[in-house]
């Protein structure tokens, strides 16, 4: 296979893979299967030390364009060195253990060349095994607003304009790893509409050694970030203790006090004038603002490790200053574990 890029296809497929030998050569032939066919695979092998380069060398397809870099730098680097060379119109991501359905490339490109506002094009997948779809955000101020609860565009179903991210110097960047995805979204936001099919296009595959299972922790971190560059957006600037408070309501493992509940009631009034410019749709954005105040109110009420009196009383408290609904029977159970002093 050549190793070099000499063409100027529609689209560069962008694959990074390692150690890929049990699931590399379902996705090569879902890449290879595609009815729309003008397209450059790149794929990035990241030192791999099992049959991954042999199983690739077993393709004798002039598409196929294999880089083999001599020292393991990691996926996010492998990234970025697939956008260094690509030459095509349109990037398009792939993962080393999923499967692109045949009319994945042909759909993407027919709306990206229909709708030349939008800059991105992902799609609904499925999860193997238990047929599973999952439902994502279609238009591009529905993907705004969810993008500030978590990533809800599938990274290995992404289209996107390659003139977008050069014309921006825009790339993956390895900090965020393992939320690189879900960063670069929020980057592109600005630059112009990101849009995902309702079509299922693309089968995701879920086992021991994914990402989202490995380093679970690491990602929420990154995500964190992430939403925090995204909220400042809006028309106001965060300071310190705006964003430390922010981190602690979407960390699983941090509760929130009475404290947290005086400091969050004054944030959400701020929240809810701060949207002046509708880089937000109002409306959703008004729901974002009710829904994180459930959010915490959940949070300080539900994911207390140990209760006791003081904590009831705190609760009592918190009841007048932010909108708690509980049922009296909730109510009386709550009381319950205060007396008892229960632990999680």
């Known amino acids: 296979m050549d190793s070099t890029i000499n063409s100027s296809p529609t689209i560069t497929v962008i694959m990074p893979v390692y150690n890929s030998e049990h699931y590399i050569r379902e996705a090569i032939e879902s890449i290879l299967s595609q009815t729309y066919t003008d397209f450059q695979f790149l794929i990035i092998d990241d030192a791999s030390t099992d049959q991954t380069i042999s199983i690739i060398n077993s393709y004798n397809d002039p598409r196929i364009n294999l880089i083999e870099k001599p020292k393991n730098t990691g996926y996010t680097r492998s990234l970025n060195l697939g956008l260094k060379k690509a030459k095509g119109k349109y990037i398009a991501r792939m993962d080393s253990d999923d499967i692109s359905l045949p009319e994945r490339f042909e759909k993407q490109i027919s709306f990206l060349e229909a709708n030349l506002e939008y800059i991105l094009c992902g799609t609904s997948y499925s999860v193997m095994g238990d047929d599973k779809k999952i439902a994502v955000p279609n238009s591009y101020e529905e993907i705004k607003l969810n993008l500030l609860w978590g990533n809800c565009i599938a990274h290995p179903t992404v289209m996107l304009r390659n003139e977008v991210l050069k014309k921006y110097y825009l790339k993956y960047d390895p900090d965020m790893e393992p939320s690189e995805d879900y960063d670069l979204w929020v980057q592109l936001l600005p630059k112009g509409k990101l849009h995902n099919l309702k079509e299922e296009l693309l ?33 106001f600037i965060l300071k310190p203790e705006e964003l430390n408070l922010f981190k602690r309501i979407f960390r699983k ?92």
């Open 253 to 344: 493992n941090e509760t929130i006090d009475l404290e947290d509940i005086k400091f969050f009631k004054k944030l959400q009034n701020k929240l809810t004038t701060s949207n002046k410019s509708h880089f937000f749709e109002p409306v959703g954005f008004s729901n974002y603002v009710v829904d994180l105040e459930k959010f915490v109110v959940n949070k300080f009420i539900f994911r207390y490790k140990r209760y006791n009196p003081r904590f009831f009383l705190d609760y009592i408290k918190a009841k007048k200053i932010i909108n708690i609904k509980l049922k009296k029977i909730q109510e009386m159970h709550l009381f319950l574990k205060s007396l008892i002093f229960y632990k999680i």
């Open 203 to 235: 089968l995701y595959r879920m086992h021991n050694s994914s990402v989202s299972r490995k380093r679970a922790s690491e990602q929420q971190n990154t995500a964190i970030e992430v939403k925090l560059k995204l909220i400042q957006n809006l028309d």
